[in-house]
């Protein structure tokens, strides 16, 4: 089975730190993803990655940042945090096309204080 | 573009009684269809997923889910439900967005509670 891990369960920050989120794949994924989770609004893009080095920006990237440096490992930044960026982040990943279906990790939910 | 419909945002039954929770979609092309399933501070699990094969279809845990283009609907039962099936529903359509990109979009889900 694919895994997708998320290095932190939780994570309480401080408003303006600089915050990295890590996600890692074990199955050679080309296509991974961050998504925010907020009652009410269900899930959100904020950006994916279709190959290393690339990215593209999803439906809300402001705030936010990514690097894909290798092929396992997709992270995103929040450059200076604030308070509305508390919330519940999924990292997923995707092998092929859109019939694979995505496999999501556990989520990480960070509270910015 | 496409969008996703989820028609209750709680569902509420009894155990052993069936589940049913409705969705609808929008798409402009053939989609692929999802429904994937939250249990509380977890991550998402795969529960099936319509491809454009058979329209019936089988997921885990006895859940099964109707693929019915006529009336745009992706609507997720399962016959007797378990104290266990208590969790959050979404129902998701990956749909092509140009090149050789995909995009999901979620609906905002439904909560399945389950009584005694």
């Known amino acids: 089975d694919v895994k997708v891990t998320q290095s932190s369960r939780y994570l309480v920050k401080r408003t303006g730190e600089k915050v990295f989120l890590e996600c890692v794949q074990d199955?050679?994924?080309?296509?991974m993803f961050w998504y925010r989770q907020d009652p009410g609004l269900g899930l959100r893009l904020i950006y994916f990655s279709y190959d290393v080095k690339m990215k593209e920006k999803g439906d809300i990237p402001e705030g936010y940042s990514v690097s894909r440096e290798k092929k396992e490992r997709f992270s995103l930044i929040l450059e200076s945090a604030s308070t509305n960026q508390t919330s519940m982040y999924l990292c997923?990943?995707?092998?092929?096309?859109?019939?694979?279906?995505?496999?999501f990790g556990s989520g990480t939910r960070l509270t910015v204080v | 573009a496409q969008s996703v419909t989820q028609l209750d945002s709680h569902v509420s039954v009894s155990e052993g009684t069936p589940v049913l929770l409705r969705c609808n979609y929008s798409?402009?092309?053939?989609?692929?269809l999802f429904w994937y399933v939250q249990h509380p501070n977890k991550g998402l699990q795969l529960l099936l997923k319509y491809t454009s094969a058979a329209t019936l279809v089988k997921g885990i845990n006895g859940f099964e889910a109707e693929f019915k283009k006529s009336e745009t609907s992706f609507h997720l039962t399962k016959p007797s439900a378990h104290m266990s099936d208590a969790a959050e529903y979404f129902c998701v359509v990956s749909d092509w967005s140009g090149g050789s990109n995909y995009k999901l979009t979620f609906g905002k889900g439904t909560l399945l509670t389950v009584n005694p």
């Open positions: 997923a990943s995707r092998g092929g096309t859109a019939s694979y279906g995505y496999t």
């Open positions: 798409s402009s092309y053939s989609p692929s």
């Open positions: 199955m050679d994924h080309e296509n």
